[in-house]
Nanobody, 118 residues
Framework: QVQLVESGGGFVQAGGSLRLSCTASGSIGRFLAMAWYRQAPEEQREVVAT???????TYVDDVKGRFVISRDNAKNAIYLQMYNLRPEDTARYYCAARRYGRSAFEIWGQGTQVTVSR
C-alpha cells in the first residue's frame, strides 16, 4: 500500500502564499489521478484540485486563479501552490490518490493544517 505524506502547511496572513507538498512512498504513475482535498472544522471534506496522470489539472471554482496543482513523477510528489490566501481557505489539506479502474480517491494522507489569519 502506497503511503502519502503531506507537508508545507502553516500559519499565514491573508494575501500570503504557501506551497504544500505530498510525497508518495511509491510511484505515482500507477494512479489515474491525484488530488488535494480540504476540510474545515464542522465542514465536509471538499476537493480543491485534481491532476491526472496526463498532467491535466482541474480546480474548484473558489481557487481558480489562486492555486496551482503540479506533479513531479520523478520525485513521486504532487504540489499545491497557493497564492492570495483567504481566511476561508483555513482547513486541513489532504493529499489523495485514485487508482485506475476505481471511481473514488481511496488512498489518503494524514493532512497538513493551513491557517489563514485576517
Amino acid at each position: 500500500q502506497v503511503q502519502l505524506v503531506e507537508s508545507g502547511g502553516g500559519f499565514v496572513q491573508a494575501g500570503g502564499s504557501l506551497r504544500l507538498s505530498c510525497t508518495a512512498s511509491g510511484s505515482i504513475g500507477r494512479f489515474l489521478a491525484m488530488a488535494w482535498y480540504r476540510q474545515a472544522p464542522e465542514e465536509q471534506r471538499e476537493v480543491v484540485a485534481t491532476i491526472f496522470n496526463s498532467g491535466t489539472p482541474t480546480y474548484v471554482d473558489d481557487v481558480k486563479g489562486r492555486f496551482v496543482i503540479s506533479r513531479d513523477n520523478a520525485k513521486n510528489a504532487i504540489y499545491l501552490q497557493m497564492y492570495n490566501l483567504r481566511p476561508e481557505d483555513t482547513a486541513r489539506y489532504y493529499c489523495a490518490a485514485r487508482r485506475y479502474g476505481r471511481s473514488a480517491f481511496e488512498i489518503w494522507g494524514q493532512g497538513t493544517q493551513v491557517t489563514v489569519s485576517r
